[in-house]
Each structure stands twice: as structure tokens, then as C-alpha cells.
């Protein structure tokens, strides 16, 4: 495991107590993939603009997603209640 997993769950519970990642964990089922190594696999986060890359964030660990708000900003959509 990287370090960022736990600073990224830190990070959210020093924010407002992780209420995003605690909403979503009433649901969630543990699940082992098929393989091994499958575990190991990061995702990330793109937004794209007349098929160019105009945000690009790769996660690199388990827990240490792109903000939201960086996300939406790049797609053009407000964040603003």
C-alpha cells in the first residue's frame, strides 16, 4: 500500500469526517478480484475537450482520487449551490 491511501483518507476525515467516503461504505461489499495483481490496478480521472485531454490526473494509490471540484472545474460544470 502507498502512503497516500491512508493521507488521502486523513485528508477527507480532517474535512468533514469523511461524510462522501462513509455514505458510500453502507453499501459497499468487499470484492477479491479474479487475479492478484488485478488489486494493484489505479485508476484516474480525464476530462476531455473536442478529443484533448484538458484535465488529466492519475490516482496513485487506492485511496488518493483527483478532487471533485478540480474535476467539475475542468468540465465546465459549477460546483455553486
Excluded at 24 to 50: C, E, H, M, N, T
Aim: proline share 7%.
Amino acid at each position: 500500500m502507498e502512503k497516500s491511501t491512508p493521507e488521502s483518507i486523513l485528508k477527507r476525515w480532517n474535512k468533514d469526517g469523511a461524510k462522501d467516503l462513509l455514505g458510500v461504505l453502507k453499501r459497499w461489499k468487499p470484492w477479491l478480484p479474479p487475479r492478484p495483481d488485478q488489486g494493484y490496478q489505479q485508476g484516474g480521472s480525464f476530462v476531455f475537450r473536442d478529443g484533448v485531454a484538458t484535465y488529466v490526473s492519475y490516482d496513485v494509490s487506492t485511496g488518493a482520487h483527483a478532487p471533485l471540484d478540480d474535476i467539475f472545474e475542468a468540465a465546465g460544470v459549477s460546483t455553486s449551490k
